[in-house]
């Protein structure tokens, strides 16, 4: 797979992937839509196992990644496809986009890295001013939009959780390898939501959309989405795999204005600027920092 064809790939699905979530909960009960999607990725991936003939390793190591990897589906997807009830497409890629963030604060916590130098802390700050701006504009147009922030932003907890406990792991695998035994373990904690929140199979009244949107997702946001996001995380470095992150709210933003009639306001134009501006300092922040104290230590010293 071209490097630049994978990059541009991972772009696009996790910009439709909210839109998905909103359409295909439209006529399908979330529990099932999300179970039927990953259904979909874990029989299609278990193919590609087989065709490709890549092995499928169960060693203490290969399990602790599974679990981990799966903590971050399960707990993030489930609560995306909750909230997609009372947020738009738009809104709830913007709160994802705040991640990387949340995983740097985790990963201080957890597996005991640097703590934030200030301009990251400015970041922070910057990025939660952001969320501020964007939350009190949906709750102001939804009465309960406040609903549907907690959800995603639950979601992005796990979501970020995941990831630091990914990195914990010292195992090489291959990417789809990894997707698999990820859905192998977090597939049947679905099925047990949906048997509990749910369980019927009302199919006469799924609607084209819902159940396009499920095939996508299912196809290309979980199976071939994560594979390669992991190829391009193993191929670029980590500032430009972290550009994804601020590239896709803002077409997410865009596509659901344009194909779902998504209200964009004032107000969570401002709140997206102040996070993709908090995510962007957040990136570089080591990079600046190292600039500015190169140009400080050339100046002349005044007496």
């Not at 390898?177 to 006469?204: E, K, M």
């Amino acid at each position: 797979m071209n490097v630049s064809t994978a990059y541009i790939a991972v772009v696009l699905i996790w910009s439709t992937t909210p839109l998905g979530i909103v359409w295909s909960s439209e006529s399908v009960h979330p529990t099932l839509a999300v179970l039927l999607r990953m259904l979909i990725a874990l029989t299609m991936g278990l193919l590609l196992l087989k065709a490709y003939n890549f092995k499928l390793p169960f060693h203490r190591a290969a399990i602790k990644l599974y679990s981990f990897s799966a903590v971050g589906i399960f707990g993030g997807m489930l609560l995306s496809y909750f909230a997609a009830r009372y947020i738009s497409s738009g809104l709830m890629s913007l709160i994802f986009g705040l991640a990387p963030i949340l995983s740097g604060v985790m990963a201080q916590k957890i597996i005991n890295e640097p703590k934030f130098c200030f301009t990251k802390k400015l970041a922070l700050v910057v990025a939660i001013i952001g969320l501020m701006t964007v939350c009190f504009d949906s709750i102001l147009i939804s009465d309960k939009g406040y609903i549907g922030i907690i959800l995603v932003l639950l979601a992005v907890f796990f979501f970020s959780l995941s990831s630091v406990l990914v990195k914990s792991v010292q195992i090489t695998i291959h990417p789809l390898s990894t997707t698999v035994g990820a859905l192998l373990f977090c597939t049947p904690f679905f099925l047990i939501v949906w048997l509990v929140f749910d369980g019927s199979l009302d199919y006469q009244q799924w609607q084209p959309r819902s159940i396009f949107s499920i095939l996508y997702l299912g196809i290309f946001g979980s199976l071939i989405g994560f594979i390669a996001y992991f190829y391009v995380l193993q191929k670029l470095t980590a500032s430009t795999v972290a550009l994804i992150t601020m590239i896709t709210p803002v077409l997410a933003l865009s596509l659901g204005a344009l194909l779902n009639n998504e209200h964009i306001s004032i107000n969570l134009v401002i709140g997206a600027i102040f996070v993709v501006v908090g995510l962007s300092c957040f990136q570089w922040s080591t990079k600046v920092e190292t600039t500015v104290n190169k140009r400080l230590r050339l100046l002349p010293n005044k007496k």
